[in-house]
């Protein structure tokens, strides 16, 4: 199996992306991943979608809403940052947005007057410091033997013990299953009135079924106009996400409703 991801290597997303695929490309942005998963370049990609300090990594919703794939699968891992670089002094640190944002006390605390930049992603960060000695990255430890070795100045260094990263795995549409406890779509009701999005969640509440993630993303065509992302704990093999799929396109009649496939939940430790 190959699959595309976040690189270059030794980012979280390479991590993730190793547990479902033997050979590993790297691209350096999400959208450029689902792209050339959608132009079935690639069996796999793996992008970041939330993160339990940041929350949403927007990129992605945006680049599953505009592109015509199917998910197969979500990974879960634990993420715990280290801070890397060549010697104990330095100017900036480098990293991905999240990892910094997922850093931010420890960073205000220890370092108040070194600069931050934000990079493509955390082992970008990591090739920054290796080339430059006022340059320190944040990214996972096994990056200071990867290559030119960099010190481990500290570790552990996210704001929250419990930081974890969800990662969805998606493949070319037609892959798209109805096997698997979660399902994720995107709807775009084209629509704005009291109780529309009451009556997307009563779809599922009135058929018992639980959502585990529901958010609002700018449709980018108005201020104001939105589309929704909704995690739903059961499968498209049940009836009851079926029917509720069914009334939420009616609801939708305006717009459109992506159904991204039902997938099951793998945890990755390391
Ligand atoms: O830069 C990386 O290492 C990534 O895989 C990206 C990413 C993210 O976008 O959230 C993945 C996991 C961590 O939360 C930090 C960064």
Known sequence: MRAVTLGPAGTYSHRAARAVA???????????????????????????????????????LDALADREVAVTREIVTPIRHALLAQGAEFDVVASHSQALAQCRSFLESEYPDVGQEAVASTARGVERARE???????????????????????????????????????????????????????????????????????????????????ESRPSGRRLGDYLFHFDAEAGLYEERTREAIEEIEEIAENGWVRVLGSYDTMHVLY
């Open 22 to 60: 033997e050979e590993v490309a790297f691209r350096e942005s999400v959208t450029a991943i689902v792209e050339a998963v959608a132009d079935g370049k690639f069996e796999r990609g793996v992008v970041p979608i939330e993160n339990s300090i940041e929350g949403s990594v927007t990129e992605s």
């Open 132 to 214: 430059d000695p006022t340059v320190a990255a944040i990214g996972h430890p096994d990056n200071a033997t990867n290559g030119v070795e960099l010190q481990v100045l500290a570790e552990d260094i996210q704001d929250r013990s419990s930081n974890a990263t969800r990662f969805l795995v998606v493949a070319p549409v037609a892959e798209r299953s109805e096997a698997g406890g979660k399902t994720t779509l995107v709807v775009y009701p084209n629509a704005n009135y009291p109780g529309l999005l009451l009556e997307l969640l009563e779809a599922f509440a009135e058929r018992d079924i639980n959502l585990s993630r529901a």
